[in-house]
């Protein structure tokens, strides 16, 4: 066999704004529009819940802060999978790998398809029974603009980032500037055996719209110059966001009283743009609204599968020479982007998509507390390297750490029953690996 042969490379082809439209994209999606009722009905008050959104910013944040160093160091492909595996061994990697895989990357795509399906369906004033057709439509009809070269993604991810922000300032002027509702002091009063005060689930709830920063480092080896544009992009993205999430949640309190926020769920950003610029220019609105969800799908569609790719060329999964596929014109992994698009739809046609955001967030949250102490690991072992190296060192990663456990303690008892069910799942991934390294 010629040793020179040549192998089929993921495509080194994203700079610095298709990386800061990346984190961006695929951070603001439905998160910010769907989740301000039930982060108000968590949190009993506009005080708290925009404590609960400023206390998730500043989270993801310290966390992303944390990782950017780490990512630095490790610029792979495959991003979290590879950082557990280089820190804690193989079978780490494997279940951060596997927990991704199999239920945080297919549930927040299907979450996704399943409020885009809810705008869809509201817009053009379809039957309710068309809502899971509209859901799995808009993941197919995305698998498949993914599976061309990652350029087209980027280019199209460039796009819906910069539209995406049309609402948005929409929504913070009008609610700024026109709102006449006090954003400050309202307490649920209709509601009142929902609206328990409690934080840690507020803010577990704010996590659904802030997570997805983490996804560019999935993208590692397709990236250029990945030690400084990787941190870089994941910071900018973060602040970026954190200050979008807070003028929309403030400005959204400006105009809606806190009780037609609660009864409205998650249509109270569509009400909204009734509200602030009539039926036409709602629609308007809307248009856009439904443009940032297909963007962000499209970055989730883009970066998940890569984690998928990187297990089986690493001869992980079963079928890993199959799964580790590359298309050699487009250079993309689409094996890998089918089998996770196919498992989304089958959770788009079996499960709740709130329910699906909680579930995902608790278990990637596990994963990202024990990679947050493996900086300290990373430092000892290169201490004095030229990468990326988070400020505030190590005030910065222990915040991370105290906060993220919080969070999760509280999700536990809010939700034991959902926790158990997403540590079996996880816990299923310990026979596959021990099958799989049996047979290697």
Same mark, same amino acid.
């Not at 239920?103 to 053009?124: K, Q, T």
């Not at 982007?337 to 788009?348: K, Q």
């Given at each position: 066999?010629?040793?020179?042969?040549?192998?089929?490379?993921?495509?080194?082809?994203?700079?610095?704004?298709?990386?800061?439209?990346?984190?961006?994209?695929?951070?603001?999606?439905?998160?910010?529009?769907?989740?301000?009722?039930?982060?108000?009905?968590?949190?009993?008050?506009?005080?708290?819940?925009?404590?609960?959104?400023?206390?998730?910013?500043?989270?993801?944040?310290?966390?992303?802060?944390?990782?950017?160093?780490?990512?630095?160091?490790?610029?792979?492909?495959?991003?979290?999978?590879?950082?557990?595996?280089? %820190?804690? &061994?193989? @079978?780490?990697?494997? $279940? *951060?790998?596997?927990?991704?895989?199999?239920?945080?990357?297919?549930? =927040?795509? #299907?979450?996704?398809?399943?409020?885009?399906?809810?705008?869809?369906?509201?817009?053009?004033?379809?039957?309710?029974?068309?809502?899971?057709?509209?859901?799995?439509?808009?993941?197919?009809?995305?698998?498949?603009?993914?599976?061309?070269?990652?350029?087209?993604?980027?280019?199209?991810?460039?796009?819906?980032?910069?539209?995406?922000?049309?609402?948005?300032?929409?929504?913070?002027?009008?609610?700024?500037?026109?709102?006449?509702?006090?954003?400050?002091?309202?307490?649920?009063?209709?509601?009142?055996?929902?609206?328990?005060?409690?934080?840690?689930?507020?803010?577990?709830?704010?996590?659904?719209?802030?997570?997805?920063?983490?996804?560019?480092?999935?993208?590692?080896?397709?990236?250029?110059?990945?030690?400084?544009?990787?941190?870089?992009?994941? %910071?900018? &993205?973060? @602040?970026?966001?954190? $200050? *979008?999430?807070?003028?929309?949640?403030?400005?959204?309190?400006?105009? =809606?009283? #806190?009780?037609?926020?609660?009864?409205?769920?998650?249509?109270?950003?569509?009400?909204?743009?009734?509200?602030?610029?009539?039926?036409?220019?709602?629609?308007?609105?809307?248009?856009?609204?439904?443009?940032?969800?297909?963007?962000?799908?499209?970055?989730?569609?883009?970066?998940?599968?890569?984690?998928?790719?990187?297990?089986?060329?690493?001869?992980?999964?079963?079928?890993?020479?199959?799964?580790?596929?590359?298309?050699?014109?487009?250079?993309?992994?689409?094996?890998?982007?089918?089998?996770?698009?196919?498992?989304?739809?089958?959770?788009?046609?079996?499960?709740?998509?709130?329910?699906?955001?909680?579930?995902?967030?608790?278990?990637?949250?596990?994963?990202?507390?024990?990679?947050?102490?493996?900086?300290?690991?990373?430092?000892?072992?290169?201490?004095? &390297?030229?990468?990326?190296?988070?400020?505030?060192?190590?005030?910065?990663?222990?915040?991370?750490?105290?906060?993220?456990?919080?969070?999760?303690?509280?999700?536990?008892?809010?939700?034991?029953?959902?926790?158990?069910?997403?540590?079996?799942?996880?816990?299923?991934?310990?026979?596959?690996?021990?099958?799989?390294?049996?047979?290697?």
């Amino acid at each position: 066999m010629d040793k020179k042969k040549s192998v089929v490379q993921l495509d080194r082809s994203l700079g610095f704004f298709s990386s800061l439209s990346l984190v961006v994209g695929t951070v603001i999606g439905s998160g910010i529009f769907f989740k301000q009722a039930s982060v108000l009905d968590y949190s009993g008050s506009t005080n708290n819940a925009l404590l609960a959104w400023t206390l998730g910013g500043l989270i993801t944040l310290t966390s992303g802060l944390t990782i950017a160093e780490i990512g630095a160091q490790l610029p792979h492909t495959g991003g979290l999978y590879i950082y557990m595996e280089k %820190i804690y &061994g193989k @079978l780490w990697g494997f $279940l *951060t790998g596997w927990m991704q895989i199999v239920i945080y990357g297919p549930a =927040m795509i #299907a979450a996704l398809g399943a409020y885009l399906a809810v705008l869809l369906v509201s817009f053009f004033n379809l039957p309710q029974s068309s809502t899971l057709v509209i859901a799995v439509s808009s993941v197919v009809i995305l698998t498949a603009f993914n599976l061309l070269a990652n350029r087209f993604g980027a280019y199209f991810q460039n796009i819906t980032t910069i539209a995406k922000f049309i609402p948005i300032v929409a929504i913070i002027i009008f609610g700024l500037f026109f709102g006449n509702q006090n954003a400050f002091g309202q307490s649920l009063q209709t509601v009142a055996h929902n609206s328990n005060g409690n934080l840690g689930v507020a803010i577990l709830a704010t996590l659904f719209a802030y997570d997805g920063w983490i996804l560019l480092a999935n993208m590692g080896g397709e990236i250029k110059n990945v030690k400084k544009t990787l941190p870089l992009a994941i %910071i900018c &993205g973060i @602040l970026l966001v954190l $200050l *979008t999430y807070m003028s929309v949640t403030f400005a959204i309190f400006r105009v =809606m009283p #806190a009780d037609l926020i609660h009864k409205l769920g998650e249509n109270v950003t569509p009400h909204f743009a009734t509200i602030a610029f009539g039926n036409l220019g709602g629609r308007l609105l809307n248009i856009g609204i439904i443009i940032s969800i297909i963007g962000c799908m499209n970055g989730k569609i883009m970066s998940f599968p890569r984690i998928m790719y990187a297990m089986a060329k690493n001869d992980e999964l079963p079928f890993s020479k199959q799964i580790s596929y590359i298309h050699k014109t487009m250079k993309t992994p689409m094996v890998a982007t089918t089998i996770t698009s196919l498992i989304a739809i089958g959770m788009i046609l079996c499960v709740d998509a709130d329910r699906l955001t909680e579930v995902c967030i608790f278990t990637i949250y596990c994963f990202y507390v024990m990679t947050f102490f493996g900086i300290f690991k990373l430092r000892k072992q290169n201490p004095n &390297g030229d990468h990326f190296k988070t400020p505030l060192y190590p005030i910065v990663p222990i915040i991370a750490i105290v906060c993220t456990t919080f969070v999760l303690i509280s999700e536990i008892f809010s939700d034991l029953p959902g926790v158990i069910v997403s540590l079996i799942f996880i816990l299923v991934g310990i026979p596959v690996y021990w099958y799989k390294q049996k047979n290697n």
